[in-house]
């Protein structure tokens, strides 16, 4: 009898502790329902980024939030506007055999507003949101072929889940 009443009050102070699970917090207004994300600015040369990025942040929106994402921003309660400022690659790794690069690293600089479209508030913004990813190139000359277009599909994803991240629970 003691025992089952030990572990009945153990179980409630641990019910009652606080605790919860990260990662599922959603700082979006109530009223915010439908979101357009239309077309990124760009100051690259990258031109492929700006189609990208918006595509990618609206399936991660659709895979991951309650949010509807709509093409026409007068159709939506919130609108996600977005500029790709800068973009860099450079090599880190060298194969030593051929002294050609063997690793790159890349790395998005974004500015990202999230406004609520009738009240024209500012919901989010985060300037100079960095996204970084790092793909391997092959050595084999044979075997070679141009990986950044891959590349770039991998950190338009990343891209994707950090903004939605960020802006879900204004981290």
């Known amino acids: 009898m003691r025992r089952a009443a030990l572990a009945l009050a153990a179980f409630l102070c641990a019910a009652g502790c606080g605790y919860r699970v ?6 979006v207004p ?7 994300i239309p077309a990124f600015g760009n100051a690259t040369t990258r ?31 919130a609108v996600l506007e977005g500029s790709v400022i800068n973009y860099f690659s ?7 055999a051929t002294g050609r690069a063997a690793g790159v690293q890349l790395i998005l600089v974004l500015d990202i507003r999230l406004r609520n479209r009738r009240s024209g508030a500012l919901v ?6 960095q996204v970084q990813n790092r793909y ?3 050595a084999d000359q044979a075997a070679y072929f141009e990986e950044s277009d891959a590349a770039l599909e991998r950190a338009s994803r990343d891209a994707a889940r950090t903004v939605v991240s960020a802006i879900l629970e204004n981290f």
């Open 22 to 27: 990260a990662g599922r917090g959603d700082l």
């Open 30 to 36: 109530r009223e915010i329902h439908a979101i357009a």
């Open 47 to 77: 031109y492929t980024l700006t189609q990208r990025l918006p595509q990618a942040i609206g399936r991660e929106f659709i895979s991951r939030t309650r949010y509807a994402i709509v093409a026409d921003p007068e159709d939506a309660d």
């Open 90 to 96: 450079y090599p880190t790794v060298f194969d030593p």
């Open 124 to 129: 989010f913004e985060r300037a100079g949101m």
């Open 136 to 138: 391997e190139i092959s």
